[in-house]
């Protein structure tokens, strides 16, 4: 009954060997379930000398990824090589071949999803990207399909694994940054370069691409409002404790009721009380709210060689049950022209604001006063219980604000931090009311 | 660009209400999103005079549910009315005359789905039941579709919104178990004759679904063990919160190494550490671990018309995208003519036992030798802290069991009945370890 298709992969790296392991374990299970067999006919790779697990099928590589496109047994194109550039050219060409792709690339949908959204439309062909945002939870598909007839109203996302854990460990076994990022790349949590886990663009291309599927235009990651966890401080974690809270590297995408689209990636204090919080090691969660859903909360393991090949075999199956088919070809294609991200300016949070002050009499006095001529509200004023060098001149004093749009605070806090009695930029991370 | 399909509705309660106002609300975003429309074109009520929220499309309205599925201009049929007579005869006419169904109807599909799914073969038509299991959440979807490429080892659920809040209200209010439902009937969390809720068999219907679909055999319903909460009472409630469990309905999933499944549905103890145990109220979660993807949870609105309907509109636009196309139809099909259900004796987990036992000395030395002599080891015994009445002649005597089979438990059971200085049958929870 079942019909057979061919796979050609490009890369047969952590993802590609975990998807071909997956593939010949469960190969019976996923034909009986789907009515298709799908067959990995050609692979790409870097380095035909590098050394691969047993019994990997070395007579399909080649190290020239137009051949893989190129042979007239591949049906579907599966690109796991990562990066922006000789992806780029891989998909495109695959799409031109009229050959459904399969990838997890969030950096390059992210960034250069426009033309290849388009190509896939003009071509007919489809891009399925499950494995791109949150490793083995199956986030695409549920806003996509699942939540096909509601208006998104928001996604709070912890879709980066590496920060999360080094967050963690900066919460419960109060390491610095640097020890707890060295680690993660002892366990292999985090990569020899760490650089887009920890500087928030990993979590933020992701959320690029969920408000694309939400609200259907292409987003320019320029103008969206992305900070990492590189700066967090062991004394803002201990205050987010005390005040009742943690500090997670959160995705917030949130619709307004004017059409605005809120998109932004920063660490964040939310309430100790949040499912969210209990999100730990390199878990990922994603808390949806549909106007006909309500609320919904998906968890599970956002990176890893098999929970990302759980959802690439996944995909494949998808795109092969449609090659089976007849012209039934589901990809994605954004459906407004434009939309409009809301200026980060124009968000609005309450605040944990923290000023490096003079020890003296007065300084709350004076920051309260500027704060006040801006009409922004003060929840609470804390100093920390035990200062570590008691008789130094200098201590941390920190502000919790009242709900105010980002703008006004920074223009605020450039008036505190010219006061005398401040000496240094202050240190401000949002406060997360998730509704 | 986008083409438009008919949709026939049977049945216009709270579902059916639902499901059109989401289908008016976001007309324009679902097709926009979809690339096809749909329009309502007949519904089937059974009394015309009931009155209607305003603005219901009552000139489509017949008593006739044979005219819908005949219209001409109806090509998806949509299952409302529930129940598994009638409705079985609207779903299987409209599969004969190959017009896809979107169901809600778990008890239609647990109870006749061999029938039902073996036509929908027959007809290459395809019935989509995303609303029978867990309300607004893709459950079906995600064990159906992204995780297609996995074994499934296990789906542990709070799927029955019912159970969960009076079982919520008895722990945290301490209030009866008939306090407790006649406080969920007056808010509209319970229905007038609640005894599918209850008596555990809704959420045992839902769970042979999600087995049906994860190992892919048709489960008779009359192999399967089915416990509901009538006869939870206080004191086992506050044991459970002495010794850091909590009680939840519970249905277990499991396949066992050799292929067997487990499947069962009771009220059992969980870790009051586990994410499972802080699903409240009407909401439901479904743990699903996958041998690929690992641990995952999905949680979120279990009932209600609006998340029910956003599964139902889901549906709708999967099955009119199958429609606008062709012959794509990917409806679930049972890929084994048959598997092994685990007989409920075979089964083994901890337990909790409370004997109702005379207040005399020995009668722990009594009861521990009959458990040592049936080889079950003893993890704990407890006492109530406060008895009610210190000079009664009985007492409530816990004890807390290792792992065993539950066929050898209640042989054992029989046995300490028929001692003396035990006065009632003995009250029995599993603990569950939720790996």
Chains 1, 2 share one sequence.
Not at 168 to 183: H, I, N, Q, S
Not at 242 to 266: A, Y
Not at 320 to 345: C, T
Request: a negative charge; charged letters at 25%; glycine letters at 10%.
């Amino acid at each position: 009954m079942s019909k057979t298709l061919g796979l050609g992969l490009a890369g047969f790296g952590t993802v590609g060997t975990g998807v071909w392991e997956t593939l010949q374990r469960n190969a019976e299970l996923i034909s009986d379930r789907s009515e298709v067999r799908v067959d990995i006919k050609r692979i790409a790779v870097r380095d035909m000398s590098k050394s691969r697990p047993e019994g990997a099928p070395t007579e399909l590589f080649t190290t020239d990824w137009q051949e893989v496109v190129a042979d007239d047994s591949v049906d579907i194109v599966v690109e796991l090589i990562g990066g922006t550039t000789t992806a780029f050219d891989i998909v495109a060409a695959a799409l031109k071949a009229k050959k459904p792709v399969v990838t997890g690339n969030k950096a390059l949908l992210a960034e250069r999803g426009q033309e290849l959204f388009a190509l896939s439309h003009e071509m007919n062909t489809p891009i399925h990207f499950e494995a791109a945002v949150a490793g083995g939870i199956p986030i695409i598909k549920t806003v996509q399909d699942s939540f096909v007839g509601n208006r998104i109203q928001s996604m709070v996302g912890i879709i980066n694994g590496t920060s999360n854990y080094i967050l963690e460990r900066m919460t419960d076994a109060g390491l610095g940054y640097e020890e707890a990022l060295t680690e993660a790349q002892q366990l292999g949590y985090a990569e020899a370069d760490p650089t887009l886990d920890v500087n928030g663009w990993d979590a933020a291309h992701k959320a690029i691409l969920l408000a694309t599927l939400a609200y259907g235009f292409i987003i320019d990651p320029e103008k969206v409002y992305v900070r990492g966890i590189e700066r967090v401080r062991g004394i803002d974690i201990d205050f987010a404790k005390r005040l009742g809270f943690v500090v997670k590297l959160l995705c917030v995408v949130h619709e307004h009721p004017d059409g605005t689209i809120e998109l932004r990636t920063q660490p964040s204090f939310i309430p100790q009380s949040h499912v969210l919080s209990s999100v730990n090691g390199v878990f990922n969660a994603v808390a949806v709210r549909g106007d006909a859903a309500g609320e919904s909360l998906f968890y599970g393991r956002g990176a890893g060689k098999d929970p990302t090949a759980s959802s690439v075999v996944a995909d494949i199956v998808e795109a092969a049950r449609g090659e089976a088919h007849d012209g039934s070809h589901r990809g994605f294609l954004p459906y407004q022209d434009s939309g409009h991200v809301m200026a980060i300016e124009d968000t609005e949070t309450p605040y944990y604001v923290r000023f490096d002050v003079t020890d003296e009499t007065g300084v709350i006095a004076k920051i309260a006063a500027v704060l006040a001529d801006a009409g922004i509200g003060i929840a609470g004023t804390h100093s920390p219980v035990n200062a570590e060098e008691p008789d130094a001149d200098f201590v941390d004093m920190v502000f919790q604000l009242h709900t105010c749009k980002f703008g006004l605070l920074k223009e605020t806090l450039k008036k505190i931090e010219a006061l005398n009695c401040v000496n240094s930029r202050p240190v401000v991370f949002r406060i997360e009311s998730l509704g």
